[in-house]
C-alpha cells in the first residue's frame, strides 16, 4: 500500500492517507468536491490537484480552479507522476509519496487514516450485534445520567465495551485551540493516567473528521503514546451547542491473536472508528438535548418572572362604583400578553375604563402592553376627554410602535355613575364593545360607530368622540378583545351573537359568575382546548 504524506510549516500542519485506486481530489477546503483537504495553506485552493495512483506511481494534475502552480522536481508542471520517496510542493505544504514495498520486508509502517462517513458507511461490523446490543443501551444512558459528568462516564463506559480492544477512553475537547481531556476510562488502573495523542485529538477535531492511528513497533511518531497501546482513534461530535468535542479510544494489537481469515488490523480499526462515531453522534446528539432543555429551563423561568410582574399590571380588584357591579378577567395564550383592561377611579367621581388589544401574543407585545399602562395612567388623571387621551397616547408611543409594525387597538371611556353615562372613543378597537338591554333583549354595538378612528400606531391624527351611551337599570356594558369572539372550532368562531346570548341569558345572576362560565366556555370551545389568542373581558351592569 502506498501513502500520501502532507507537512505545512505548523507543528500540527500534518496528515498521512492511504492511496485508493481511485483518483482523489485535492485541496485547502474539504468538501463534495474536495476529498482531501490541507486547511492550514492559503496558497493552496479549494480544490486544486487530481491524485491518482496506479499501483506503481502517483500522478498528479493541476485542475483550472488552482490558481498556484503545483512544483515537483523544482519545476512548475501541469501534470506529473512520481515514485516512493518523492515529494511535490504546493505553496507552503510538501506531499511525499511512501510506497509501503520500499519499506523492506517485515516491516511495520505507521498507517494513518483519516475516514470520510461515506467510507465508514461501507464497514461493515465483524460482532454487529454485540455493538447493536451496546449501542441500544445508550437510551438508558439519558434516564441515569442526571448531570454532564456523569452523562460522560455513561458514554465512555459504553465506549469500552463496545471496542473491546480499547484500554483507554476519553471525552476531548478544544479549549484556546489546545486539546483538553474532559474526562477518561480505562480498563485497568495502570492505563488510566496513560496521556492520550494530543497531535491525534487536534488533526480529528481541528478537520471535523474522524482519524485512527496504527503505529509500528519502532515508531517515533508525534502520534506514539505509550508502549502500552500501539494503536488510537478520535471521532468528534457532530456542530452543536459545543463545537470542539471528540471521542478517544487507545488500545494494543500487537501480541493479540487474530482469526484466521478475518478482518485485517485496518478493517479492525476502522469498525471500531465507525462504532466511536456512532457513539459520538449519540453523545453529541445527548449534549445538544440537554443544552436546549437547560436554556428552555431558563426561558421558562424569565417568562415565569414576566408573568408575575405583568400580572401586577391589571388591577388587583376592581374599585367600587356607586350603583354598577363589575367583573373583569384577563388570560394570555402564552406566558405573557398583550392584552389590558383598567378601571380607573377619577378626581371628578368618574371612572376611566380601558380595554386594549397589542397586535400580537406574547413576550414583545406585554412589554408595549406595559408602556401603553404607564402612558395612558400618567395622563388619565388630568381628565382629559376620551378621544384627546387617544391623541397624545398615540403622540407618546406612536415611535416605540411604527418602526416594530406594531399597533395597538384601544377603546377608552368615562363611567358617569351620577348621570348614568358613558363617554368614550375608540382606537380602532372591536368587535367585543356590546351595550346589552336584557329587558329588552337588545344587543347594541358600539364598535361600529362611525366616528371609530384607527389603532395607535397607524397614523398621526386626532380621535373623535363616539356616540355616549345612556345606561338603564340592568343594562351591561360588554368590553373585550378579539380573542374572546374568534376562539374557532374548525370554520366555526365562538362569534359576537353566541357572546351576547350568554351574557343575556345569565344577566339575573352576579357578574363574576357570569364571566367566569364565559371564559370557561371559550376555552372549551376551542378545537384543542386552548385558545390562539389572549382572552380578555369586563362587564360593567347598572343596578
Known amino acids: 500500500m502506498a501513502y500520501l504524506i502532507a507537512r505545512g510549516r505548523g507543528a500540527d500542519d500534518y496528515w498521512r492517507q492511504a492511496l485508493p485506486s481511485r483518483p482523489v481530489t485535492l485541496g485547502r477546503v474539504r468538501g463534495a468536491l474536495t476529498e482531501w483537504a490541507a486547511p492550514w495553506d492559503t496558497m493552496i485552493s479549494a480544490l486544486h490537484a487530481t491524485l491518482a495512483w496506479d499501483g506503481r506511481q502517483l500522478t498528479v494534475s493541476r485542475l483550472p480552479r488552482g490558481k498556484n502552480p503545483i512544483y515537483f522536481r523544482g ?45 465508514l458507511r461501507q464497514v461493515r461490523y465483524g460482532d454487529a450485534d454485540q455493538r447493536l446490543e451496546v449501542l441500544a443501551a445508550l437510551p438508558e444512558v439519558i434516564r441515569r445520567s442526571p448531570s454532564d459528568a456523569e452523562l ?40 488510566e493516567q496513560v496521556p492520550p495523542s494530543r497531535r491525534l485529538i487536534a488533526a480529528a477535531l481541528r478537520s471535523r473528521q474522524s482519524v485512527f492511528y496504527l503505529w509500528g513497533p519502532k515508531s517515533a511518531s508525534d502520534f506514539t503514546l505509550d508502549a502500552a497501546f500501539d494503536w488510537a482513534l478520535c471521532a468528534p461530535l457532530p456542530d452543536g451547542p459545543a463545537p470542539g468535542w471528540g471521542l ?9 491473536p487474530q482469526q484466521a481469515g478475518g478482518p485485517s488490523e485496518q478493517d479492525l480499526l476502522k469498525g471500531d472508528l465507525k462504532f466511536a462515531e456512532a457513539t459520538a453522534a449519540i453523545f453529541g446528539a445527548l449534549r445538544q438535548v440537554r443544552e436546549l432543555q437547560a436554556e428552555q429551563l431558563h426561558v421558562r423561568a424569565s417568562l415565569r418572572v414576566a408573568q408575575e410582574i405583568q400580572a401586577g399590571f391589571f388591577p388587583r380588584s376592581l374599585p367600587p362604583v356607586p350603583g354598577y357591579e363589575l367583573a373583569a378577567s384577563s388570560r394570555s395564550a402564552d406566558e405573557t400578553g398583550g392584552d389590558y383592561y383598567d378601571v380607573l377611579p377619577l378626581a371628578s367621581g368618574r371612572f376611566g375604563l380601558a380595554i ?45 410602535l411604527t418602526p416594530r409594525h406594531r399597533f395597538i387597538t384601544l377603546l ?15 382606537a380602532g378597537h372591536g368587535p367585543v364593545v356590546l351595550h346589552l338591554r336584557p329587558g329588552q333583549g337588545a344587543v347594541h354595538t358600539l ?14 391624527g386626532p380621535y373623535k368622540a363616539c356616540a355616549p351611551v345612556d345606561l338603564a337599570p340592568g343594562d351591561l356594558l360588554v368590553l373585550g378583545t378579539d380573542g374572546v369572539v374568534e376562539t374557532r372550532r374548525g370554520e366555526e368562531l365562538f362569534g359576537i351573537k353566541r357572546l351576547a346570548d350568554f ?21 372549551a370551545f376551542h378545537e384543542d382546548g386552548r385558545p390562539d389568542d389572549d382572552l380578555t373581558l369586563m362587564l360593567v351592569r347598572r343596578q
Do not use: W
Not at 90 to 102: P, R, W
Not at 447 to 460: M, N, S, V, W, Y
Open 75 to 119: 519545476l512548475p508542471l501541469e501534470e506529473f507522476t512520481l515514485t516512493g520517496g518523492e515529494s511535490f510542493v504546493i505553496g507552503n505544504t510538501t506531499f511525499t509519496l511512501e510506497d509501503e514495498a520500499a519499506l523492506g520486508p517485515g516491516s511495520v509502517p505507521d498507517v494513518e487514516l483519516t475516514c470520510s462517513p461515506e467510507e
Open 152 to 191: 460522560e462516564k455513561q458514554v465512555l463506559d459504553v465506549l469500552l465495551r463496545g471496542i473491546s480492544r480499547a484500554g483507554a477512553v476519553a471525552v476531548v475537547q478544544l479549549t484556546g485551540g489546545a486539546p483538553e481531556v474532559r474526562t477518561r476510562a480505562a480498563r485497568a488502573p495502570e492505563l
Open 248 to 256: 478517544y479510544a487507545a488500545g494494543r494489537s500487537r501480541g493479540v
Open 356 to 400: 386594549a388589544d397589542v397586535c400580537g401574543h406574547g413576550l414583545g407585545p406585554s412589554l408595549l402592553m406595559a408602556s401603553l399602562r404607564a402612558a395612558l395612567r400618567g395622563l388619565a388623571f388630568r381628565e382629559p376627554a376620551p378621544h384627546d387621551l387617544l391623541g397624545d397616547l398615540n403622540q407618546a408611543l406612536f415611535e416605540d
Open 412 to 426: 377608552y371611556g368615562a363611567l358617569d355613575p351620577a348621570a348614568h353615562q358613558f363617554h368614550f372613543a375608540n
Open 447 to 460: 364598535g361600529e360607530d362611525e366616528d371609530r378612528g384607527f389603532p395607535l400606531g397607524i397614523l398621526k
Open 503 to 523: 351574557v343575556l341569558e345569565r344577566s339575573g345572576r352576579p357578574l363574576r359568575e357570569v364571566l367566569d362560565e364565559l371564559m370557561e366556555a371559550t376555552t
